[in-house]
T-cell receptor, first 110, second 111 residues
Framework: GENVEQHPSTLSVQEGDSAVIKCTYS??????FPWYKQELGKGPQLIID?????GEKKDQRIAVTLNKTAKHFSLHITETQPEDSAVYFC?????????FGAGTQVVVTP | EAGVTQSPTHLIKTRGQQATLRCSPI?????VYWYQQALGLGLQFLLW???????NRGNFPPRFSGRQFPNYSSELNVNALELEDSALYLC??????????FGPGTRLTVT
């Protein structure tokens, strides 16, 4: 069936280093790929997204890449800061049906 | 612009009772999605409402139900509560079939 796999489940990085989270999806009809950041006690916040007709998108320190042939997409955070510490979720959607990854706990140590 | 709001923030119920959770979408958004997030786990899709109709539901038993009102707000009802229903219930709204925006969630505790 449809699913989204997300790796790694936990990621510890030194402040200033880069963090990369990878997701793969199975539904070839998926055409929208958002990333969410969830801080403790809060709802997920949309931080960046990419559509199937685009290969890469960047917003300041955050970038997302999409490889439709291989059915995988990645989140890149550069120059990490302590406030980047949170759980990050990827998702793949097709016609309103969202499939979420299991999440990555990112810890940025000063 | 106000974001998605959910009420109550916390809800404590006992086994067998019913819970009602409420969600108000961002103004102008017509779709509402409900998710269950058990402690330490990912988001499990529950229900999707659009223009007042249920469009899709996840792999949950029928005691999870809901509705969407003419003003696009939504209610999630959970009947015959079980201990494993304890979770954070998240509502998200959308104008088109992507770009979901989440509310802060309702923490349901079943004792």
């Amino acid at each position: 069936g449809e699913n989204v796999e997300q790796h790694p489940s936990t990621l510890s990085v030194q402040e200033g280093d880069s963090a990369v989270i990878k997701c793969t999806y199975s539904d070839s009809a998926s055409n929208y790929f958002p990333w969410y950041k969830q801080e403790l006690g809060k709802g997920p916040q949309l931080i960046i997204d990419i559509r199937s007709n685009v290969g890469e998108k960047k917003d300041q320190r955050i970038a997302v890449t999409l490889n439709k042939t291989a059915k995988h997409f990645s989140l890149h955070i550069t120059e990490t800061q302590p406030e980047d510490s949170a759980v990050y979720f990827c998702a793949a959607t097709s016609w309103g049906k969202f499939q979420f990854g299991a999440g990555t706990q990112v810890v940025v140590t000063p | 612009e106000a974001g998605v709001t959910q009420s109550p923030t916390h809800l404590i119920k006992t086994r067998g009772q019913q819970a009602t959770l409420r969600c108000s979408p961002i103004s102008g958004h017509t779709s509402v999605y409900w998710y269950q997030q058990a402690l330490g786990l990912g988001l499990q899709f529950l229900l999707w409402y659009d223009e007042g109709e249920e469009r899709n539901r996840g792999n949950f038993p029928p005691r999870f139900s809901g509705r969407q009102f003419p003003n696009y707000s939504s209610e999630l009802n959970v009947n015959a509560l079980e201990l494993e229903d304890s979770a954070l219930y998240l509502c998200a709204s959308s104008l088109i079939k992507d770009e979901q925006y989440f509310g802060p969630g309702t923490r349901l505790t079943v004792t």
